[in-house]
């Protein structure tokens, strides 16, 4: 039995079961911890978190007091910049001690009606019509999480789902918004999304395989008690099936992807029950994406694709034939093509460039497409893309920007002008200034050459002597950025003389599709060593010392933290592995699991492969655990996701003891009732974060009484 003494750290019994593929035999004595259903099993993880609780005891008004931080930074009661789209004005808002938010409409003025209503003091806008109330939906459940949230073209019908247990698995409802009348229209176990035809009489919904796969596309004639149409099944196990309406409203859009191959399917939405037809045949390693573009009265398919040019170019084709393409935006060795987003009078690309993203503006005339205009932003870390556009021939395009110490800000462009009209910037109350913080970006030599980007962030009178305690974060995988954005709750970190770093490693797509596939498969190792190197570079260079330096990373992210802390347990005074990947090779290994076989893209494939094998238990967390000193180390779970399986953490943690025999320094927090983004509702997020800076504050060894700044 599990020995749940709170004098001593949780042991869980060995249960030894052995693995053998390519000749290899491993002994895995925890695996038994995958069996949820067990008491015993839930009995040790509720052991953890005891002893969890018990170790960071001491910490209990420093977590209280970051929550308070938070709390009074934050304006509770709040709204959302409204979006137009037909004859409402819709928007989302927040109230004071109430967890979720209140989804909402107010019809425009008329047809000339381009500027958002602006309310103060947190009230409700005149003629308001609430839509959804979150915090209605989620009351008697300890978690929540609303997936789609879908009005019909004529502004009466509202299909919404939600999810009450965390494993993405969603329940969709219909309402008719002009009585409040909840339809008999019910739909069990799709995904999160849902898609109106034209008409409003057929809802397209998504549906999961067994291993949580989305794969199957349906068609819901409103009303109908008879079995919903099967519109599209996706068998290959490598493909992800994705569900909406091009930005035009003209047509449905079924995309089809694996990590590197996507295939699009075009629907007219006013014939829902006709056939829908593909783009492009899927070729193995072209990935596109398609947006219907309207020119001079033509219909026309503005495609983004790889087919011979690695980091993407913009073509242009006619909706009768989409092979006979004419380039638009060639593709660069330099910058990385990422969208390219239809209006009636613009094509919006956004890419990235030495690292950051950019915007351009590229008009449609009657006898063309222009060349891209690129917006200036005029700073050197930052983040922009576009905010909320949902009308098809608006005044203004809604754009978007942040950085490290600026919060997220709204503009209205005016396309013909050039003219920003400010129309928010996210509030930090109390006495935010961003003059007081700094943020850089250097450029670390990794260990065969390559220039990692390394972004940092800190208060300008934060000491450049090593004495100072940092925080450095990365993911590395899936071709995902981490640009800058803002966080209230990083202040309590910085004001405490923290230093923020991102690291920008390979595996992420900072640098283009070639640095995604730098840092994946057989080149995994990239990851890994890369930010080893930014963790050194940061200790070289005086920003902080390796005993004050703490690592967080989470899921794929959570990965890249259990192979440092074998790689280079010296460079690091502690790490936070939340939600993490740290047994991908038993995941990786079972096609039955929940997503395995469509990431064999990522890693490779070491069922079939013994390369791929051999390399993976090269970095694999859970086997490369060693008797070595480990940094602090604190995994975070939930007992519900299905994308990381708490199995994955709840074993490291296991053989860590065992292996080193650890006991304080080892923690695992499981969220008993909570899926993959951990718990739900703002309060309880909040709740989470703080306990989680606590415990990074303490294990940096800053000073943890009460914030100066604040007192």
């Known amino acids: 039995m599990t020995d749940l003494r709170q004098d001593a750290a949780p042991r869980a019994p060995r249960r030894p079961r052995e693995r053998t593929h390519h000749g290899d035999t491993f002994v895995d004595a925890y695996d038994w911890l995958r069996d949820k259903d067990d008491p015993e099993t839930i009995a040790y993880l509720e052991a953890e978190n005891a002893w969890s609780e018990d170790t960071t005891a001491h910490l209990a008004d420093l977590r209280e007091q970051i929550f308070t931080e938070i709390k009074e930074r934050t304006l509770e009661t709040d709204m959302s910049v409204p979006v137009r789209h037909d004859r409402w004005w819709y928007y989302s808002r927040t109230e004071e001690g109430r967890h979720y938010a209140i989804r909402a409409r107010v019809p425009i003025a008329g047809p000339d009606d381009w500027d958002p209503p602006v309310v103060a003091d947190g009230r409700a806008p005149e003629g308001e019509e609430v839509l959804l109330d979150s915090n209605d939906e989620a009351e008697g459940h300890e978690f929540f999480s609303l997936g ?159 087919d011979g040019a690695v980091n993407f170019e913009l073509v242009l084709a006619p909706l009768e034939d989409p092979t006979a393409t004419t380039v638009l935006v060639p593709g660069s060795d330099d910058v990385r093509l ?59 395009l809604r754009i978007g920007y942040t950085s ?69 974060y990365g993911y590395g995988s899936y071709e995902i950025s981490l640009d800058p954005d803002f966080s209230i709750s990083r202040l309590s970190l910085l004001d405490r003389g923290f230093v923020y770093a991102v690291a920008h490693v390979r595996g992420g797509g900072e640098l283009g599709r070639r640095w995604y596939d730098e840092g994946k498969q057989l080149a995994k190792m990239n990851t890994f060593t890369d930010f080893v190197a930014c963790a050194r570079h940061l200790a070289d260079e005086r920003w902080t010392s390796a005993d004050r330096l703490v690592a967080e990373g989470g899921s794929a992210g959570g990965l890249l933290m259990g192979a440092v802390a074998n790689l280079a347990p010296d460079a690091f005074a502690g790490i936070f592995a939340d939600v993490p990947f ?65 199995v994955e953490p709840a074993k490291w943690v296991a053989r860590l003891r065992e292996v080193t025999g650890a006991e304080r320094s080892v923690l695992l927090r499981t969220e008993m009732s909570a899926g993959h983004g951990g718990v739900s509702g703002r309060y309880a997020a909040w709740h989470q974060r703080a306990w989680e800076l606590a415990w990074i504050i303490d294990t940096a060894t800053a000073v943890t009484r009460a914030n100066p700044r604040n007192s």
Request: charged share 25%; net charge negative.
């Open 148 to 306: 789609a949230f879908s009005v019909s073209d004529d502004g009466d019908l509202l299909a919404w789902s939600v999810d009450t247990a965390g494993d993405e698995r969603y329940t969709i409802r219909v309402r008719r918004i002009s009585t409040g009348e909840v339809l008999s229209d019910v739909v069990e176990g799709a995904a999160p999304g849902a898609t109106w035809s034209a008409d409003g009489r057929h809802l397209f919904y998504v549906t999961v395989d067994d291993a949580w796969r989305p794969h199957r596309v349906w068609r819901h004639e409103l009303g109908s008690t008879g079995d919903d149409v099967l519109v599209f099944e996706e068998p290959d196990e490598r493909y992800f099936v994705g569900l909406g309406r091009s930005s035009s409203d003209r047509f449905l859009v079924i995309a089809v992807g694996s990590k590197v191959t996507t295939e699009v399917r075009l629907l007219d939405a006013t014939d829902p029950t006709g056939a829908f037809t593909v783009v492009w045949e899927r070729r193995e390693g072209v990935d596109y994406s398609v947006e219907h573009v309207v020119v001079g009265g033509r219909d026309l398919l503005a495609i983004l694709h790889n």
């Open 404 to 472: 490290y110490v600026e919060p997220a800000t709204i503009w209205d462009l005016d396309p013909a002008t050039g003219e920003r009209i400010l129309r928010r910037r996210a509030p930090v109350l109390g006495d935010f200034d961003p003059a007081d913080y700094e943020q850089h970006r250097a450029w670390v030599r990794a260990d065969d050459g390559a220039l990692v980007p390394l972004s940092i962030v800190c208060r300008r009178d934060t000491p450049r002597d090593g004495s100072a305690p940092a925080l450095l």
């Open 582 to 646: 740290v047994d991908p090779l038993t995941s990786i290994l079972d096609p039955s699991l929940p997503l395995t076989v469509i990431e064999w893209d990522e890693w490779g494939d070491p069922l079939h492969d013994p390369e791929v094998y051999a390399y993976m238990k090269r970095y694999a967390p859970y086997e490369n655990v060693a008797d070595v000193a480990y940094p602090k180390i604190l995994a975070g779970t939930s007992l519900n996701d299905t994308r990381v399986l708490y």
């Open 338 to 396: 990422e969208a390219a987003d239809a209006f009636a009078r613009h094509l919006v690309l956004s890419y990235r460039s030495d690292a950051t993203t950019r915007l351009a503006l590229m008009p449609i005339g009657a006898d063309g497409i222009g060349a891209p205009i690129e917006l200036d932003f005029d700073a050197e870390l930052f983040t922009c893309g576009l905010a909320g556009n949902a009308e098809w021939d608006p005044r203004y």
